[in-house]
């Protein structure tokens, strides 16, 4: 079914999810390149490193060279939180293409939603769990 939806010229979107940060990502044979809130992935992000971290499904898996075109819409978090979200949909817009590829996503963890979030502040410490500098006098 989504096969033929792509072979039409349509698309297949998903919705990755890191901390704060959340990306809707369409993948299509029709784009190229990958558009991140309007300016190539490059861009967007500050390091190469966050780069490649976005990038991991396209070169863990050489099946999807074909479509090297995505448009992203990400919000919220950081730099970081966000490239992990984007890998995070792009993984998940694969799996949705190819179901037969989920146990080799699920096995590198790219399929995984990482949970955790900053824990907040409580009343009396500094941050979360540092307590004050006690002082005998």
Do not use: C
Request: proline fraction near 4%; hydrophobic fraction near 35%; charged fraction near 35%.
């Amino acid at each position: 079914m989504l096969e033929n939806q792509i072979e039409r010229g349509g698309y297949i979107e998903t919705v990755g999810r890191r901390k704060t940060a959340v990306a809707r990502v369409r993948i299509s044979k029709l784009a190229r390149g990958i558009v991140v809130n309007g300016k190539p992935i490059e861009q967007y992000l500050p390091t190469q490193e966050l780069v490649k971290t976005a990038m991991q499904p396209f070169h863990e898996k050489e099946a999807y060279k074909e479509f090297l075109g995505a448009t992203v819409i990400v919000k919220g978090g950081g730099s970081s939180a966000q490239a992990e979200a984007i890998r995070h949909a792009l993984t998940r817009a694969f799996v949705a293409h190819e179901p037969t590829d989920r146990k080799f996503f699920k096995d590198l963890g790219f399929l995984t939603r990482d949970q955790r979030k900053k824990e907040r502040k409580k009343f009396g410490l500094k941050k979360a769990r540092r307590a004050p500098q006690w002082s005998k006098r």
